[in-house]
């Protein structure tokens, strides 16, 4: 139904993400102009314990929030990027990864355009119940990498009261904190 069409496409930039500048033809041939950021896809996953009555975080630096303002080491739920991987695998291993948590179920939450205004970036985000057990290894993140990740285990209500302050800001966090609190309102009732 758009009617939009690509006339071309030049790279201006090769890197980890690549950065396009897009000719674009609209339905009544004005030619538009715009800059893409070409970013792989990524799964993020929210990992909670219904016994024990609470979620695992992580925290590390993110360069763009420190270069925009902000507080640079966010909370956030586990991620990462597909790497040729379904995005079920990319969950799973990320979560092992980063938390040592090994997961066996996840419950898709459905897939987001991340920034759909400039780059290309899906994530496919889903909760996942884990219990004390599961906790297997450290987690840290990847040394080659450079990561350097803090694992938080939070409580259901400090994650609804960091989340009405405003201290989670990462957007995926956010979608799968609301949607576990839509989804499994019982594990929320104040103790």
């Given at each position: 139904?758009?009617?939009?069409?690509?006339?071309?496409?030049?790279?201006?930039?090769?890197?980890?993400?690549?950065?396009?500048?897009?000719?674009?033809?609209?339905?009544?041939?004005?030619?538009?102009?715009?800059?893409?950021?070409?970013?792989?896809?990524?799964?993020?996953?929210?990992?909670?314990?219904?016994?024990?009555?609470?979620?695992?975080?992580?925290?590390q630096?993110?360069?763009?929030?420190?270069?925009?303002?902000?507080?640079?080491?966010?909370?956030?739920?586990?991620?990462?990027?597909?790497?040729?991987d379904?995005?079920?695998?990319?969950?799973?291993?990320?979560?092992?990864?980063?938390?040592?948590?090994?997961?066996?179920?996840?419950?898709?939450?459905?897939?987001?355009?991340?920034?759909?205004?400039y780059?290309?970036?899906?994530i496919?985000?889903?909760?996942?119940?884990?219990?004390?057990?599961?906790?297997?290894?450290?987690?840290?993140?990847?040394?080659?990498?450079?990561?350097?990740?803090?694992?938080?285990?939070?409580?259901?209500?400090?994650?609804?009261?960091?989340?009405?302050?405003?201290?989670?800001?990462?957007?995926?966090?956010?979608?799968?904190?609301?949607?576990l609190?839509?989804?499994?309102?019982?594990?929320?009732?104040?103790?």
């Amino acid at each position: 139904m758009t009617g939009h069409r690509i006339v071309k496409a030049e790279t201006l930039f090769e890197g980890r993400h690549d950065l396009l500048k897009l000719s674009i033809q609209a339905p009544d041939g004005q030619m538009i102009g715009r800059e893409v950021v070409v970013a792989p896809d990524a799964a993020a996953v929210l990992a909670y314990d219904p016994e024990r009555r609470q979620v695992i975080l992580v925290r590390q630096f993110r360069a763009p929030v420190l270069q925009a303002g902000g507080e640079p080491n966010l909370m956030e739920a586990i991620a990462g990027l597909l790497d040729e991987d379904d995005p079920e695998t990319c969950a799973r291993r990320e979560a092992m990864e980063e938390a040592g948590l090994r997961l066996t179920t996840l419950e898709p939450v459905g897939v987001i355009w991340t920034s759909p205004g400039y780059s290309t970036e899906r994530i496919s985000l889903f909760l996942a119940p884990y219990t004390a057990a599961d906790r297997v290894a450290e987690g840290g993140g990847l040394a080659e990498e450079s990561e350097d990740i803090e694992v938080l285990e939070v409580g259901f209500n400090d994650l609804v009261d960091l989340l009405e302050r405003g201290d989670i800001t990462d957007l995926k966090t956010v979608m799968l904190v609301q949607a576990l609190r839509i989804q499994r309102p019982d594990l929320f009732g104040r103790t």
